[in-house]
């Protein structure tokens, strides 16, 4: 399982901010669901047409961003209906529990803190 170190992927003070406020680790299982089917490397790049260094570099997490055609195409090909089983993000168990209370008391809209986290950015902007 590859991971992925998001610190290293923001491009913006507002992504990393949103990392920072919010972490989580992130993991890339291509390689272990290909293990799993017996496929190899080489025969999804011959299922899907996809390159297969971009097979490789999404396979090793070394991909920063992915096309979501690509992720379609190699769900299709995998016959996987479920993106968890190709790509995993883990929050803070804490975290989550807030989450899920914030949503069940504000299911229309956002929390008090989202919007005070949206206030803060946009303070940040000016």
Not at 104 to 109: I, K, L, M, S, T
Request: proline residues 3%; charged residues 30%.
């Amino acid at each position: 399982m590859a991971k992925v170190y998001l610190d290293r992927l923001a491009t913006s003070d507002k992504m990393m901010k949103v990392i920072e406020n919010h972490p989580c680790e992130m993991e890339v299982r291509l390689y272990e669901v290909l293990k799993e089917k017996g496929i190899t490397p080489m025969e999804l790049h011959e299922m899907t047409g996809l390159r297969l260094a971009t097979i490789s570099e999404i396979g090793k997490a070394k991909k920063t961003s992915m096309n979501l055609f690509h992720l379609a195409v190699i769900m299709a090909a995998l016959r996987i209906t479920d993106v968890n089983e190709l790509i995993r993000v883990k929050f803070d168990e804490e975290e989550i529990n807030e989450w899920e209370v914030e949503r069940e008391q504000f299911p229309n809209g956002l929390t008090p803190s989202q919007q005070q986290e949206r206030k803060m950015m946009l303070i940040g902007e000016e």
